[in-house]
């Protein structure tokens, strides 16, 4: 029997192709609020300290501890890619890189978020 469709089935890579996407946007959402508040500076220094006071909340360390997740994951995945787009093994080994992707994922990113974590916790 025919599959009726596309031939993509929407497995991991789907996922990390729309993850990549999203975590791209988050981190360019992030640089444009980061370049102004620091724009701030030249402007009023005391409306920047006013601004970065206003940081100082663990609704925000929450969302610092979503960037480190967020760049780490978009790194990695990055690399992937370009392994696969360059190495003449990479489509056959893209599961094998997806999971050696995953582990260094989670290495990486657990440091950052005990360490953010706990200044969070410290805010409440």
């Given at each position: 029997?025919?599959?009726?469709?596309?031939?993509?089935?929407?497995?991991?890579?789907?996922?990390?192709?729309?993850?990549?996407?999203?975590?791209?946007?988050?981190?360019?959402?992030?640089?444009?609020?980061?370049?102004?508040?620091?724009?701030?500076l030249n402007v009023?220094?005391?409306?920047?300290?006013?601004?970065?006071?206003?940081?100082?909340?663990?609704?925000?360390?929450?969302?610092?501890?979503?960037?480190?997740?967020?760049?780490?994951?978009?790194?990695?995945?990055?690399?992937?890619?370009?392994?696969?787009?360059?190495?003449?093994?990479?489509?056959?080994?893209?599961?094998?890189?997806?999971?050696?992707?995953?582990?260094?994922?989670?290495?990486?990113?657990?440091?950052?978020?005990?360490?953010?974590?706990?200044?969070?916790?410290?805010?409440?």
């Amino acid at each position: 029997m025919q599959r009726l469709g596309t031939l993509y089935r929407g497995r991991e890579g789907m996922w990390t192709w729309v993850l990549h996407r999203v975590s791209g946007v988050a981190i360019l959402f992030y640089l444009f609020a980061h370049v102004v508040d620091q724009a701030l500076l030249n402007v009023s220094p005391e409306a920047y300290d006013r601004v970065i006071d206003t940081y100082r909340n663990p609704f925000v360390g929450l969302l610092e501890i979503g960037l480190a997740v967020v760049v780490i994951f978009h790194a990695l995945n990055g690399l992937r890619i370009i392994l696969f787009d360059f190495w003449s093994q990479g489509v056959a080994r893209q599961r094998q890189m997806l999971w050696v992707q995953t582990v260094l994922f989670l290495v990486l990113a657990i440091p950052p978020v005990v360490a953010i974590g706990a200044h969070v916790v410290e805010e409440l």
